[in-house]
Each structure stands twice: as structure tokens, then as C-alpha cells.
């Protein structure tokens, strides 16, 4: 998208100095705050949203941010009443901002200066067919952890005894519904249980994390989606809280989970988006990323019914780990069922079964 306004080298050039003036600033409200406001004051009146989305996107590329173009979409398109850039009219994006507008798309742009994940910065994100209230340092749901959604959906549907509601068509295979108990642990925002929850319209779940944060914001997203009502929700950790967890969840049907499991040496690697601002204890899985992992192994007989299933999202070395593992404690009765790949080919998933 090409700038439209002649004065955009001088704008993309205050830019820049201003950045720079303040980047050792690194508090979130002394930075954002002084730098919003100068470069506010630099705009003419008639910036328009693709002015905007050209114009930041430099802006992003010129400060190292990453994925700059989606960033500065996202940001104004959220300004402007869209979900992306291209639900907004040709015309929305050609109208002059309004001073608030204006105001309102500086302060959040300059958050993302400092790295903060634009999912923070717009404090919300849409996973699958929901739109989810994001806030740090809650875990940020990835592509990937859809892509655990689809399978347990998968993997459940095609059960023989199986019937299920989507959306106002209801499938049937047998004469009862289907309402599987399910038991989440490290829920994070809450994107994985709200999404099983709004697939199937009669099931129950718990769903545990050891962060308060996390478990007040699945709370607040339960009850923005009006499955309050099925969800419960406790601050639990499965490595010293187990027995609890046990009295907690009764018998469940299914446990899922993508739980912290970044091998510890490879933390410092990660993004600066992800270190400044996420959780490091719902990413870091110890030594060997299997501390959680392990866990939940140990305790997922005590609570699963027969023929019961577990559904992780993993590192692609746990899957021969994991089997390796389970071969040490054939009294778990766990059978590991099968690996799945993620969209890039990386063996992403396992499905294991209580025998």
C-alpha cells in the first residue's frame, strides 16, 4: 500500500528521531506515553487509516519489529472497528482520522515499539470462532495450539457412539448426546476449554492453572462467551497440588493440555516480545521441557475413565521421550496412541489412551 501524502519521508523521518530520542525509556507508561504524544503532535489532520498502516508498518521495520506489516494492521484496523484490514471499506480506510482516533492508534503503535505483542497491545485475539480478551502476562494462544483444538474435535467426533452439535446443525450417530467431561491443565486464557466448550454445547469442564492471572482472565473469557455456567475454574498446580486437582475434577473423560515445554537452555533464544512480556512459567518445562509433561502422565490414570484420552501439545523430541518414558511405568495403564504433526510437518501432538 502506498503512502498517498507528500510529506511521508519527513513524517517517517521524525519518526524515527523521536524513537530513537526515547528508546531508552523502557517503562511501559514513560516511554508510550512522551512518544505517543510527540508524534502525535507531527500529524497533519487528514492522516487517514491507510496512511496510518503504511506509515507504521516503516515505522516497525525501521525499529526491528517484528512482523511489521500484520502489526500496524492489526493496530489500525482495531482502531477503525474491524478484525482485519480487510474487513474495513475502502472508504473507512480513506476517511481522515478523527483526533481521537488519531490519539488512540499512537499510544497503542507505541506500545508495540517496546515489543509488547500486538495481542496485548489490542488486548484481544481471535482464536478458532472465538474472540478471546488477552492480557499479560497470560500465555498468548499460537497457531499451533488451533491446531490441538482441531484434533481433539477430530478424534472425539468419529467416535462410533458419538453424537454432536455444531453451530444449528446437529450430526447424529447414535442416541445420545455427547458431552464429554473435560479436565484442561495450564489454561492459560482459556482459549483451548472455551473452544471445546463452544463445540460441544453440553459438556462440562475444569480447567486448572497455577497463575492467578491465567485463571481470572479464562473466568472473565467464560463468562464474555456465556459458558460460565460449564466451566470451573481453580488455581492449582499439577506438580504439588495433584491430590487436589483429583478432589477437584472427579472423573473426566478427556485432559488436555499445552503445557510449559521449552527445553530450559533454549529460553534465553526466544523472542523479545515473548521474554519482556509472557509468562516464563507457562513456557519454561525444565531441563529436558518434561517437568509438566511428566505430571500430568502421573496423574491422568487417578482421574481419566476407561478408555479415557490425554491430548498434549509438545516439543517435537517429546514424542520418543514421552513413549521412552512410559515404557519405565507400565502400572499407568497410559497406551500412547499416536504422534500428529503440526501445519509446518514438526511432530507437534500426542494422543495417548487409559487402557
Not at 216 to 223: D, F, G, I, Q, Y
Not at 225 to 230: A, D, E, G, P
Not at 240 to 269: K, T, W
Request: one cysteine or more; glycine letters at 4%; a negative charge.
Amino acid at each position: 500500500m502506498r503512502c498517498r501524502c507528500t510529506w511521508s519521508k519527513v513524517f517517517s523521518g521524525c519518526c524515527v528521531c523521536l524513537a530513537s530520542r526515547f528508546r531508552a525509556f523502557r517503562g511501559p507508561v514513560s516511554f508510550s506515553t512522551a512518544l505517543s504524544r510527540n508524534l502525535c503532535r507531527l500529524v497533519p489532520g487528514a492522516m487517514t487509516g491507510a496512511n496510518c498502516v503504511t506509515h507504521w508498518r516503516k515505522m516497525f521495520e525501521q525499529e526491528g519489529i517484528s512482523e511489521p506489516q500484520h502489526s500496524s494492521e492489526h493496530i489500525v484496523s482495531h482502531v477503525l472497528g474491524g478484525k482485519t484490514i480487510h474487513n474495513l471499506a475502502e472508504e473507512t480506510l480513506s476517511r481522515p482520522l478523527t483526533t481521537e482516533q488519531k490519539q488512540m492508534i499512537w499510544d497503542l503503535c507505541s506500545r508495540r515499539l517496546q515489543h509488547m505483542p500486538v495481542q496485548y497491545v489490542i488486548e484481544e485475539w481471535d482464536f478458532r470462532d472465538l474472540t478471546l480478551k488477552i492480557k499479560p502476562p497470560v500465555f498468548i494462544p499460537r497457531p499451533e495450539t488451533e491446531e490441538l483444538v482441531s484434533l481433539v474435535l477430530s478424534e472425539l467426533t468419529k467416535e462410533e457412539d458419538v453424537s454432536f452439535y455444531v453451530e444449528k446443525t446437529q450430526c447424529q450417530n447414535s442416541h445420545r448426546a455427547a458431552s464429554p467431561l473435560f479436565l484442561e491443565i495450564g489454561c492459560g486464557s482459556g482459549a483451548i476449554i472455551l473452544s471445546l466448550l463452544h463445540f460441544f454445547k453440553q459438556s462440562r469442564a475444569v480447567a486448572v492453572d497455577k497463575s492467578a492471572d491465567a485463571v481470572t482472565l479464562t473466568r472473565e473469557n467464560a463468562e464474555r462467551l456465556c459458558v460460565q455456567h460449564r466451566l470451573q475454574e481453580s488455581q492449582l498446580n499439577i506438580i504439588s497440588d495433584s491430590q487436589e486437582l483429583a478432589r477437584v475434577c472427579g472423573s473426566v473423560d478427556v485432559i488436555v493440555s499445552n503445557p510449559p515445554y521449552v527445553f530450559h537452555e533454549d529460553m534465553s533464544g526466544l523472542m523479545p516480545e515473548i521474554l519482556r512480556y509472557e509468562d516464563h512459567e507457562a513456557l519454561d518445562g525444565g531441563a529436558d521441557g518434561m517437568d509438566v509433561i511428566r505430571a500430568i502422565l502421573l496423574f491422568a490414570p487417578n482421574v481419566l475413565r476407561d478408555h479415557g484420552k490425554v491430548f498434549l501439545e509438545v516439543d517435537p523430541r517429546h514424542p520418543e521421550m514421552i513413549q521412552n518414558w512410559l515404557q519405565e511405568w507400565p502400572s499407568l495403564r497410559l497406551i500412547y496412541r499416536s504422534t500428529h504433526r503440526d501445519i509446518c510437518g514438526k511432530q507437534r501432538f500426542c494422543i495417548l489412551q487409559r487402557s
